[in-house]
């Protein structure tokens, strides 16, 4: 995992090629945005009346936009989720530099100027992150993104990305405590291993027998972006202890399938 400072990604201009070519797990990007411009963040959205939040099913907390793998497969909701989020984003960022400007800054710089889009589907774009709250005693239990991609929900998606290259993009809001750390397996989609776990533990016990792999444990500090090949490694929220909760922004990014673009999402 490259670790570098905000003040260093047009050096790297090869990264996002190097977390393709499988060189890399990843980038930690430190010191993005200041901390206390993510406290505004929170505080904002928490206050708006528009954002469109989302009871998850998947863990202890909710969702402020629609996760795209969650959606069912009409997207109706899904993309009038998307077009809330990206206002009550830019809303919630004001006037200082949003989300997605910062992130199309580091996708252009780490991407070796490649064009940097949101794709989008019948004149209707694809979020661009979802915020995630996992509350005390909350975890994620183990998966990967490549699971997803039969899902009816990424039909369209699918025809448009790569799916061998997806990346997730990870923004700490507010951290807990203790605990809320991402442990990231070398296990991979596709290891008969998993399906072997799921019928024995089931899916909330599996990781429990993943001790003994070799594991990346990532806890980015408040202000910092991860970018991680989140699609084909197995990876686990930890369970968030104490009495705040876990806030995270992000969603994924990966290639078009001509290579000439990177697409963000979520």
């Known amino acids: ?3 570098i400072d905000a003040s260093e990604i047009e050096r790297h201009g090869d990264c996002v090629d190097r977390i393709l070519r499988r060189e890399i797990f990843g980038v930690l990007v430190r010191n993005v945005f200041p901390r206390e411009q993510l406290a505004r963040v929170i505080a904002r959205l928490q206050g708006d009346a528009s954002a469109p939040v989302f009871e998850s099913h998947t863990f202890r907390g909710r969702t402020y936009g629609r996760v795209l793998r969650m959606a069912g497969e009409t997207l109706d909701e899904y993309f009038d989720a998307a077009a809330s989020m990206g206002r009550a984003l830019a809303a919630a960022f004001g006037e200082e530099p949003t989300y997605e400007t910062r992130l199309r800054e580091l996708l252009t710089a780490l991407g070796g100027g490649r ?8 004149g209707r774009a694809y979020a661009p992150a979802t915020v995630r709250v996992i509350e005390p005693g909350g975890v994620v239990d183990l998966h990967c993104g490549n699971e997803t991609h039969r899902f009816p929900a990424l039909r369209h998606l699918t025809q448009v990305i790569d799916p061998a290259g997806e990346i ?3 923004v700490p809001l507010a951290m807990p405590e ?3 750390a991402l442990d990231v397996y070398d296990v991979c989609f596709g290891d008969p291993l998993i399906a072997e776990l799921d019928h ?5 016990r599996a990781h429990e027998e993943l001790g003994a792999r070799r594991r990346l444990r990532l806890r980015p500090a408040v202000g910092d972006v991860a970018l991680f090949e989140e699609g084909r490694h197995y990876h686990r929220v930890d369970e968030v202890r104490g009495p705040r909760a876990r806030w995270t ?4 990014v990966a290639p078009s399938r001509d290579g000439l673009t990177l697409h963000y999402w979520s």
Request: glycine share 20%; net charge negative; proline share 4%.
């Open 1 to 3: 995992m490259l670790e």
């Open 115 to 122: 064009a940097v889009s949101t794709p989008s589907h019948e």
């Open 168 to 170: 997730s993009t990870l």
């Open 178 to 180: 203790e605990g809320g």
């Open 200 to 204: 024995r533990l089931g899916r909330e």
């Open 249 to 252: 922004l992000g969603g994924f």
